[in-house]
């Protein structure tokens, strides 16, 4: 049956996920796009739907940054008044950022639907505002989408009220569409002067990594002690770290620090790397993706199975656990199929269709 159809987006990864889901979507519903702006520069918001050829929001929500109650509260505001207009059947929210926990509160108090995509994904820190967003999310979500085995189990273990489905992984969707696009048109590499296969690509925002002076310089030691360029584009958060930590200098001297880069820039830098060292969730699945080593600088990961297999190893925020990893770069042989196919879009909007 055609939905009408609320999707909420509001940060990088967000956008990248809606890219294949709204494309499968538009074949048989109608979808509205709501940024509820909690990402605007715009290398971290208006490239991605440039480079992916994706529409213009029908709403911004302009909320910017904040504090996590001030930013999710304004968005809960905002957003009742588009619910209010639009009328729709389903509420459809993405990962684990307060964009994702604000539209999950708002459909939860209104008569849509409430589709979670990225549902059971647990890192065990109750510490982090991720995990806040997300367990809240998927207790109050109708239609629960798992990109994995484990986080189906998860969300059975928890007890969670609405329908669990198991999908694969959107993003491997839209990796696999952009891949071979990203590497004719890139120039990036030529343009740093880094060579496939020999650099390492780091990315670091996590709030646990960036507040925290002591982390932050372990990571930048830690990357520094390769031989090998590092390059790092830099997301505003954690630039203004290194400022605060007085440590912008040592790490602009040591690491190739650029500004952030679209998504054809990035998947082409990912797959040239020897190694990627990173925190982020995306990333962590995009190396599996592209078979390129990662050593993840967080204390634990929801993506566990990529750990289990060997493509990623826990490294914390220690110089010396980053930077012996770093020395002996390793790739196992096989790779199992860990979040499906490749072609998750169309089974999420199958559930759609008979939420
Ligand atoms: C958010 C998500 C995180 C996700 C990440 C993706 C939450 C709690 N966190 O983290 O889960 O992994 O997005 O990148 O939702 N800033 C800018 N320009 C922007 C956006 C942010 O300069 O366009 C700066 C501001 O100083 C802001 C800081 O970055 O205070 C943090 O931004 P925010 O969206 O709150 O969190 P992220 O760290 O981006
Ligand atoms: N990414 C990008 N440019 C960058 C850094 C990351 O396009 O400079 C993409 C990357 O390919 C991945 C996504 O952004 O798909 C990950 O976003 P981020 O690390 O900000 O968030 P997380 O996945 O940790 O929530």
Redesign the pocket.
Known sequence: MSKRVLSIV????QFIKAFPVSRALGRSHEETVVHTG????TM??DVFFEELDMPDPAYNLGV???S?AD?TARMMIELDSVIDAESPDVVLVY??????LAGALVAAKRSASLVHVEAGLRSGNRAM??EH?RIATDHLADVLIAPAEQAVDTLRAEGVDGEIYETGDVMYDALLRVREHANEVSTLRSDLGVDSGEYVLATV???SN?NDGDRLAGIVDGLSSVAMPVVLPI???TE?ALHEHGLFETATERLTIIDPVGYLDFVHLLDGATLVATD???VQREAFYLDTPCITMRDETEWVETIDCGWNTLVGADKNRISHALARIDSPTTKPQLYGNGRAASRVVEVIANA
């Open positions: 509001g940060a990088r990864p909690q990402h605007y520069d971290l918001s910017g940054s904040g996590h930013q990962g684990d950022t307060n964009s994702t505002p991720e967003n925002h996590r709030e960036t997301h505003p958060r203004r982020s969730g995306g």
